[in-house]
């Protein structure tokens, strides 16, 4: 069974940067794509990017670009989110997720970090 | 970017009922679109992957249909545990995006 296991909740200061881990068990690390996926308070899913854990290619959602940064850890299987230079809007739950087979779609998601931007 | 919307906004409706939620792409994305359902609180669950496939535990009165840009998911009767946000998400472009979900509450 797969399982995506994420770090804890998040307080950081405007300005500030945030890197939120994503631990991948049960199945084949590098086969897949990870993807993570942010909701902000009473809104939304906003896809982020993915990254390829195969090649390490990544590919991240237009507004977020310059700001985001998607990395994985093979030796640990774990995958990170890093977002710079954050502001209030970037009060969130993330999420990592991934597919299953050669599904692109998210099968599995991890349980979400709670990333709280306040002076 | 491919823009999903969805319709209605919110839906009231009692146990039991039939629902019908509509997505929209503004291209085709051929058959690369899932729908998703979040509970207050929780992470979403995959219920629809590939427009009609049902994921792993998802009930069959849950169904998908459609291609290219409309897209429909259907329950065809209401369980309590049903009333929730529903999300369309496609995966046809290497962005992916989400519609901006449709709530369906109890009337």
């Known amino acids: 069974q797969v399982q995506l296991v994420q770090s804890g909740i998040e307080v950081k200061k405007p300005g500030a940067s945030v890197k939120v881990s994503c631990g991948v068990s049960g199945y084949t690390f590098h086969s897949y794509e990870y993807n993570w996926v942010r909701q902000a308070p009473g809104q939304g899913l906003e896809w982020m990017g993915w990254i390829n854990a195969n090649n390490g290619s990544t590919k991240y959602a237009r507004g977020l670009q310059g700001r985001v940064a998607m990395t994985t850890e093979t030796s640990t299987t774990t995958v990170y989110m890093e977002l710079k230079s954050l502001t209030s809007d970037d009060t969130a739950v993330y999420y990592c997720a991934r597919g299953l087979g050669g599904s692109r779609s998210f099968h599995f998601w991890g349980q979400g970090t709670l990333v709280i931007v306040s002076s | 970017e491919i823009v999903l919307t969805q319709s209605p906004g919110t839906l009231s409706l009692s146990p039991g009922e039939r629902v019908t939620l509509s997505c929209r792409a503004s291209q085709s994305v051929s058959s690369s679109l899932a729908w998703y359902q979040q509970r207050p609180g929780q992470a979403p669950r995959l219920l629809i992957y590939?427009?009609?496939s049902r994921a792993t535990g998802t009930p069959d009165r849950f169904s998908g249909s459609g291609s290219g840009t409309d897209f429909t998911l259907t329950i065809s009767r209401l369980e309590p545990e049903d009333f929730a946000v529903y999300y369309c998400q496609q995966y046809g472009s290497s962005t992916r995006t989400f519609g901006p979900g449709t709530k369906v509450d109890v009337k």
């Open positions: 590939g427009a009609s």
